[in-house]
């Protein structure tokens, strides 16, 4: 069982960055290498959204339309950790996101859903706003 810690959430003013973490344990570096993993956000009165996902084993990424070209994933799979880098904020962007993980998969916008199913962290509050 995969244990994932996020951490990097906070108070930022539209146009900001983030960098939020999740960092993996439980498992030994050889074998997280061929877990994907990703993040999911989730505000109030909003229905969950996929936001990104890294497959270290076939080296597939993921990608919401709504983040594509301002968040990039990334993974230091010496660290057991992957980081999601949040450009240009926007008060959309709000929301608990969750790490998650799962094994054997790759990332596409259909894997996504079998993510969710797998390891979850506690999520990070992130909160854009002037």
């Known amino acids: 069982q995969v244990q994932l810690v996020e951490s990097g959430g906070g108070l930022v003013q539209p146009g900001g960055s983030l960098r939020l973490s999740c960092a993996a344990s439980g498992l030994s570096a050889t074998h997280l290498h061929w877990y994907a993993i990703g993040w999911f956000r989730q505000a109030p009165g909003k229905e969950r959204e996929a936001v990104s996902c890294?497959?270290?084993?076939?080296?597939?990424?993921y990608y919401a339309d709504s983040v594509k070209g301002r968040f990039t994933i990334s993974r230091d799979s010496a660290k057991n950790t992957v980081y999601l880098q949040m450009n240009e904020l926007n008060p959309e962007d709000s929301a608990i996101y969750y790490c998650v993980s799962e094994g054997g998969l790759s990332c596409s916008a259909v894997t996504m859903s079998l993510l969710w199913s797998g390891s979850r962290g506690q999520g990070t509050q992130v909160t854009v706003s002037s």
């Open positions: 890294i497959a270290a084993s076939d080296g597939t990424t």
